[in-house]
């Protein structure tokens, strides 16, 4: 099993630049996280999709943040236009029906200049 | 909500043992687990306590007390591949069972 995937592993762009952060959950997985992860605010849920359903938003900063899950094989987490305050590690995490385990991928270092 | 409390940073030596506290806030309570991040790394999930009592995995344990919203992530034998950042984390029973985690406690293990 390969685990979680995400790309890119680093991105680089400049502020108002449109970033799409991509995730391939495990298969079989049918809940599936995207966290982002700083120093000053530690890691926090942006949003939950169970069976390729948003759930949860509420952790969604703003409009300029948006997310899908057109399949239970991808997901996207898309920032338009991005701010340098966004600079972060982005995690998606999956995790298998009924366990409430979380297994995380290995997170997009996101700088926005 | 939910909130966690766990301290900030907690050192130990080689050989010893450490207990890492967590104490939580939540609408309902589905379970609480632990997870282990390295730097620059990605969390890994350590321990799930859905009941209360010790969970033993190894050299590491977690404990659950569901009456006191407490449990614990206790460290055996301790190594310097120990040294790593410490998560507690608590889904609650209520609407979308939302997970939330604390901010961590940073672990540094000396020789």
């Known amino acids: 099993d390969a685990g979680v995937i995400q790309s890119p592993r680093h991105e680089v762009t400049e502020m108002g630049q449109e970033v799409t952060l991509r995730c391939k959950p495990i298969?079989?997985?049918?809940?599936l996280f995207w966290y982002r992860q700083t120093m000053m605010r530690g890691l926090e849920l942006l949003i939950y999709?169970?069976?390729?359903?948003?759930?949860?938003d509420s952790g969604m900063p703003e409009d300029r943040f948006s997310a899908k899950m057109p399949n239970a094989s991808f997901s996207t987490l898309k920032i338009q236009p991005s701010e340098p305050r966004d600079s972060a590690v982005y995690f998606c995490?999956?995790?298998?029906?009924?366990?409430?385990?979380?297994?995380f991928g290995p997170g997009t270092r996101l700088t926005v200049l | 909500g939910q909130s966690l409390e766990q301290p900030s940073e907690v050192t130990a030596v080689e050989g010893a043992i450490v207990q890492i506290n967590c104490t939580y806030q939540?609408?309902?309570?589905?379970?609480l687990s632990w997870y282990q991040q390295h730097d620059g790394g990605a969390p890994t999930f350590l321990s799930y306590?859905?009941?209360?009592g010790l969970e033993e995995t190894g050299r590491f344990s977690s404990f659950l007390s569901r009456s006191d919203s407490y449990g614990y992530l206790l460290l055996q034998e301790l190594q310097m591949k120990d040294s790593a950042s410490y998560f507690c984390?608590?889904?609650?029973?209520?609407?979308?069972?939302?997970?939330?985690f604390g901010r961590g406690t940073s672990l540094i293990v000396h020789p």
């Open positions: 984390a608590v889904r609650g029973s209520g609407g979308s069972y939302i997970p939330t």
């Open positions: 298969s079989g997985h049918n809940s």
């Open positions: 995490a999956s995790s298998p029906p009924p366990s409430d385990t979380q297994y």
């Open positions: 999709f169970n069976n390729n359903v948003p759930i949860d």
């Open positions: 939540t609408s309902g309570f589905y379970g």
């Open positions: 306590n859905g009941l209360d």
